[in-house]
């Protein structure tokens, strides 16, 4: 049975070794995206009006900017809006592009990101998110897209790099219930499987480094391929099997099904009807923070909005923030998602990504999620050292085993 153990273990950690790899340091550098994108880019985040004199006028809100855009740019339509700027800091707006009367095709853009000063409404830079691109400006979201999709283009309706980095995450889940298990062959030898033998250096140490540095932490390491799964293949995979043992409420996103087709002849509702919307419903629901960031989603024919302060989109502790939705043209609840609230399995998916960002315990669990990033692209190196020691000793013994048998033979 353990030799079978071995086999597996070596075939499927061969398999992943490399997406592993890139993906442990690449989640190393995106567990401080913010910061090092702010870092690189200050032209992207600082407001130029921070620097100056304040206009005597009120600043414009967020909602007003987005109509601004809009209207002098009629390509252009914001998809999500922050409700609030961080003092000093721009809004950053998503945009889309609209259809083109004359083709019927969306018009051509070259970026999804815009850069606003919350003063002034001056558009400061764009960007393209997620391009493949590693320029100042773009590197960040490029590093941030690699590590949970590596660029693959989407076939129909199928994104290959979020399904491929899926199933790595599974085979990564099935390959460390094995690795523990082989890592303690009996009871005796158990402290042999917690040591590092530091002073003999070498193959010794490669081989501690894989085995013993992937037991200190085997738990961390099963929750982040768990959750690698969840990010990456929700819907398909994790909400059905969860679904089995919990009852589960969906959003849009969850099931789209929930809004209603577009209708040709009706517009979507203002920005203004949803954020006022938002805020009555935030008081029925005892949502106690502020809307913070709106969310229009063609594709589904919804509207989100997150309750937050300024810059905490990506929640930065516990479960993260809540969102509410609602048919973008009828205004129809269509959803939630209250941090806390519902069913076992709908409090286990809400603790996906902050389990996988480490943001579930702030800033600490934000360092040991980048440390553990190191950790994954080390074991994932170690162990094709490893396989490349074995495979040139089994090499080196079946080419001896030939050179004495053609002796034999001779004699």
């Not at 620097?51 to 987005?66: D, G, I, Y």
């Not at 509410?324 to 069913?343: D, E």
């Amino acid at each position: 049975m353990r030799s079978w153990l071995v086999r597996l273990h070596r075939w499927f950690g061969l398999g992943i070794a490399l997406f592993l790899f890139m993906s442990g340091l690449t989640g190393a550098i995106i567990a401080w995206d913010h910061e090092l994108d702010a870092a690189l880019n200050p032209e992207f985040f600082v407001a130029k009006s921070s620097a100056s004199a304040l206009p005597t006028l009120p600043a414009p809100s967020p909602l007003e900017l987005a109509n601004r855009i809009e209207a002098a740019d009629p390509r252009v339509q914001v998809t999500y809006l922050p409700l609030v700027a961080e003092p000093g800091h721009t809004l950053q707006m998503g945009v889309t592009p609209r259809t083109n009367p004359a083709t019927g095709l969306p018009y051509e853009l070259s970026f999804n990101q815009l850069a606003v000063d919350p003063a002034t409404g001056e558009i400061q830079a764009r960007r393209e998110w997620g391009a493949i691109s590693v320029s100042q400006l773009e590197l960040i979201p490029f590093i941030y897209k690699l590590h949970y999709s590596l660029h693959l283009p989407i076939r129909g309706d199928i994104d290959l790099g979020m399904w491929l980095m899926g199933m790595v995450g599974i085979v990564w889940l099935f390959d460390s219930l094995i690795a523990i298990t082989l890592s303690f062959p009996s009871i005796k030898s158990w402290r042999k499987s917690l040591a590092f033998r530091v002073k003999r250096g070498g193959y010794a140490l490669t081989f501690d480094l894989h085995r013993s540095g992937g037991v200190w932490v085997w738990g961390l390491l099963l929750m982040i391929a768990l959750t690698s799964v969840s990010m990456n293949l929700a819907n398909p995979v994790m909400r059905p099997i969860v679904s089995v043992f919990s009852s589960l409420g969906s959003t849009p996103f969850s099931d789209p099904g929930l809004a209603l087709p577009a209708s040709p002849t009706a517009s979507p509702l203002s920005r203004e009807q949803v954020v006022e919307m938002a805020r009555v419903e935030a008081r029925r629901d005892g949502i106690n923070a502020a809307p913070g960031g709106l969310l229009y989603s063609p594709l589904v024919n919804a509207y989100g909005v997150g309750y937050f302060e300024a810059g905490n989109d990506h929640g930065d502790a516990g479960l993260g923030n809540a969102w509410l939705f609602w048919n973008a043209q009828t205004g129809k609840s269509i959803g939630a998602h209250i941090p806390g609230r519902g069913s076992a399995g709908d409090i286990f998916m809400q603790a996906q990504f902050p389990l996988h960002s480490g943001r579930i315990i702030g800033l600490t669990g934000r360092i040991v999620v980048s440390v553990l990033g190191v950790v994954v692209a080390m074991l994932s190196a170690t162990g094709f050292l490893i396989w490349m020691k074995k495979a040139r000793a089994r090499r080196r013994s079946t080419s001896g085993s030939k050179v004495s048998v053609g002796r034999g033979t001779i004699a």
